[in-house]
Each structure stands twice: as C-alpha cells, then as structure tokens.
C-alpha cells in the first residue's frame, strides 16, 4: 500500500470530500438494488394475475423518481472525486518545481531532464489518476458487492448466491498475479518515456550542432530506437491490460450459467419464485461492474505506486547545501578569504583546486586567469554556494562561510556564468530577472554600463524584444552583455564575471570594465579570463594550473617575474597589435 502511505497528506487533507464521494457512492449502491426487486416482483404479480393499474404506475414513478436521484448523486460524487485528481496533480506539480529549485548541479547531474520530465508529467498524471479514478473503482468493488451480495442472500437464496460466486475467487488470485506484472512494466515504459524525453530534448536544442555535422539521419534512426522502446514496453502493458477484461466476462459468464441453471432448478423444485430468479440474474448482472472495477482498481494502482515510487525517489532527494543550524549574522561581506581550499567535484576522482588561498578586502578585484580546465570556474563557483566547501576554507568577514544563510550570501553575489543563460521573455525581462521592480531609469543604465544601448536601439522592439529560447536571435556578445547588464543591475556586493567579454572586441571590453570600475567602487568583483587584459587593474591576479595557483601578485609584479602570465601577455600584446 506504498500509494496510500505516500500520499497520506493529500488524502487526510482532503477526508472530507472524499468522505462526501464515497458516501453518495454507497447511497447510490444501495438504491440501484431497489429497481431489481421492484421488477421481480412485477414478474411474480403478472404470473399471480394480481397486477394492478395503480400497482404499475406506482412501481413505474418510482423508478423514473430514483432514476433522477440517482444522476444528481452521481453527478455530485463524480465531480467531486475528480476534482480530487486535478487537485493532486497541481500540488505535486508545485511540489516538484519547488524541489527542483531547491536542488544543486549534482542532483542535476544524477537526474536528467527528460526524466524529471517524464515525472512531472506522465508519473503526476498516473497519480492524480489513482487518486481519482483508482478510489472510484476501489469504492465501487466494496461497496458495490457488498450490497449486492447481502441483498441476494437477504432476498433470494443464499445457496444460489455461494454457487454462483463460486468462481470470484480465482479472478481475485489471477488479478493480484497481473497486477504485480503491470506494476514492473509500467515501470519500464515509464524509465522508457523519461529516455524518449531526453532524447528529443538534446534533439531539439542540439539541431544547428546535428545539422552542421550532418548527422540528421543518424539521430532520427537512434530516436526511432527509442520511440521503438517506449511503444513496445506500452504494448508489454497493454497486453497485461488486455488480460483483464475478457479474463472478467469469462468468470462473469460461468457466473451467469451457475445462476440460471441451478437457479431454474431452485424454481422448479419451488424454492425460489420466477420472479425471485429474475431479480437474481439482474443482481448477478450488476456483480460485473464491481468486479469490472476491482481488475480496473488493481490496474490503476499499481500504475500509480509505480508512479509515486518514481516521484518519491526524486522528491527525497536532499540538497547536498543546508542552512547552518544557527546562521551567523553577517551583515557585509568585508573580505573574502580562501584558505587552503581543495576542492573535488562529487563526480570526479581527482580535485578541480587544490590549496588555493588569497585574500581580497572589500571594493578589490581579483583576477584570474591560467589554461583553459585549469579551474577558474571552479573558484568564482565556490562563492556560488553550489557545492559544499571544507569549514574554514572559505570566509568571509573572517566567518566561515557554511556558516552563513545561503540566501543571504545569494543576495551578495551577482554572477555572469560562462555559459549565458537567457529566458525565452522579452530583454527588459531578462535584464530585470533579479530585480523585477527596477525602474526604466535603472535598467538604461545598467544597459549603458554594459555597453548594450546601441544594440538594443537598433531591435525593432527595443527592450521589449522577446530574445528566443536561450537567446537565439542575440550574438554571442549581445547574449553576454544582456549578461552583465542583469547582474550590474543588482548592484551586488560581490560581482563574478566568468569569461564574461569574451566574445566583444578589446575596445568595448575596455569600456564595459571602466564602466564598472566606476560604478562599483567600494565593492569586490572576481574577474575570470583568457584575455589578460581584462584583469590588468586588478588589485591582485591569481594564476592557476590544474587548479593550483602557480604565479600570483599584481599585474606589474607578474610581467616581472616572468612566467606564463608574462608570456601569454606579451603574446596577446603582439596579437592586439598585429589586428590593429
Ligand atoms: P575554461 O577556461 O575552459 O573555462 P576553467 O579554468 O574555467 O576552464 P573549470 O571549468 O573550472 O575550468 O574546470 C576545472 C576542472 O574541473 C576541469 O578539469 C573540469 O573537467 C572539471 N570540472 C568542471 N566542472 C565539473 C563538474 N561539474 N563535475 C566534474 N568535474 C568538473
Ligand atoms: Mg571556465
């Protein structure tokens, strides 16, 4: 009963419409045995010849009267069960993006996207189903044979109700057998779907890098080995589920016989009246829906534990980053100190920094700067708070830093990542993502600071352009000074440009970085970067190799000692003048 226990919550949450669905069910249970009895006994007045006017028309109005009360209830109990559904599903779903915010790059790196895909679709929509239609056919089994059952032996014969059931319990035994079946391949189709969604995924994003390479072809007849999967573990349920229905009219039909044959000879031998077999047949007719139900039931829930399990293997998934129990009060952030900090990726077997230390006061620049891998990324992370750090490796204002709120150290530090990520929303929208209430005034000049007001000049919609799906229709370096646009906005008392102006010619690099030299006075700002240059002011410059720092002073003190700083300087000196 996993479903239940996981879904506890929801369910003691919601006790009293349920309570509200599955008491109408009853009540609706219990009048439909009205009808039957009614017609039995008409029968046994017609064979009497004893039927009268009056009789008729009173038996006829109570059963369009009961007919109309019936689809009230019914109504009443349905909208209200599946209410239910459509409730979970929008909780879970809540529930689920609030995780996934919650979650750092590792748990990112465990689950893909296309199956924390597949999980806020298909797994929550499985649930809401179960939650809904799986309490509708449970519902239905109970208390539908109950009130068959006891009715048949209250009014008719309890002898020809044992024979008649006789074969009800091997479709219990079968069902449970299938059903258990259904669970594990629903499971299958399922993890199937979730590697479909990926695939169209990276399909869909990757399309310039598979066109380019020519390898349309290729991905097409991989993705049909896939959609192949996900259509044959369907059918491998599909085949279970194909197994319930007639496996029900089969056990339904030697119901049926037991019924009318042993039922004719209980008439004859005149046990039971004509009329009393006639209602019988009809009560035994309306055993099918339960038991229709109970295989449906059975179907239905093992889906949705499958499902719930799925869910619960994401959702328990904690953060590998936790609040400290009782966070220190840091009210700004006057240093920032690494301390012999070595650093190793969950996933990888040797450290991306090894004993790096620095120090930088507040309103400083560091630079850093070393080979492409040699962990510059890794470094400006640290303050990321991503991954969890050595206690007093890291500090700031002399505190270390697992000991300070998380959000608060998110609201310090402004970052623009490597690889810029946009929404598909307008660019005013993207500029202001964290500071939704700048004003216009704020914005122009977080613009202006990022050397970005010419370009957007030149859009057809200006700020309001929307930019595409990670800003497709920007060029690499519209896409980074949108970049630095939004994290300049922040005014953020800490700044990491990763590589940030890469991709913009030296002149409007010098321009961005004047501009926040300027603007940023008195606030510290971490600069990673392949072109030297823009790190030359900096108050102190970090050279590193496979994550070690193998030179390091100011800019002049580098070109002195004559090292890779120094020559990769000279080089790119000579290269910059080569283009001028
Ligand atoms: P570049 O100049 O190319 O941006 P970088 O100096 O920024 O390089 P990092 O991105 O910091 O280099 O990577 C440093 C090392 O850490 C590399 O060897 C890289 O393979 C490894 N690395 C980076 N990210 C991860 C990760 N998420 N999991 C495991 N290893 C990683
Ligand atoms: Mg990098």
Redesign the pocket.
Known sequence: MSFVTRLQWFFRERWGSYALAIGLMTIVSLLTTIPPKLIGNTVDHIRDGDLTRAGLTQTVLILVGLALLLYGMVYVWITTLFGNSALIEKLLRGRMLGHLTRMT??FY?RNSTGQLMALATNDILAIGQTAGYGVMTLVNTLVGATVVIVTMISFIDFKLMLAALIPLPFLAVVINRLGRKVRVRFMEAQASFGRMNEHALESISGIRVIRSYVQEDADLAAFGRVTTEVMNKNKQVSKLNALFQPLISLIVGVSYSIGIGYGSYLVIEQQITLGQLISFNIYLGMLIWPMISFGEFINVLQRGSASADRLETALSQEPDMKDADAPVDVAIPAQIEMNHLTFT????A?P??SDVSFKLERGETLG?V????????????QLLRQYPVDPGQLLLSDVSVERIAIDRMKRWVAYVP?EHLLLSKSIRDNIALGKPEATEAEIAKAVEMASFTEDIAGMAQGLDTIVGENGVMLSGGQKQRLAIARALLVDSEILLL??ALSAVDARTEARILRHIRQERAGKTTLI?T?RLSAVSHANWILV?D??RVVEEGTHEQLLLFGGWYREQWDRQQMEASLEE
Do not use: C, F, M, V
């Not at 070393?370 to 992370?381: D, E, M, Q």
């Open positions: 790059p590792s790196q990726y969950p996933t990888a040797h991306s920094l850093i070393g080979r492409t891998g040699s962990g510059k990324s890794t470094l400006l992370k490597q990763d590589d990673a392949h590193l496979e994550g």
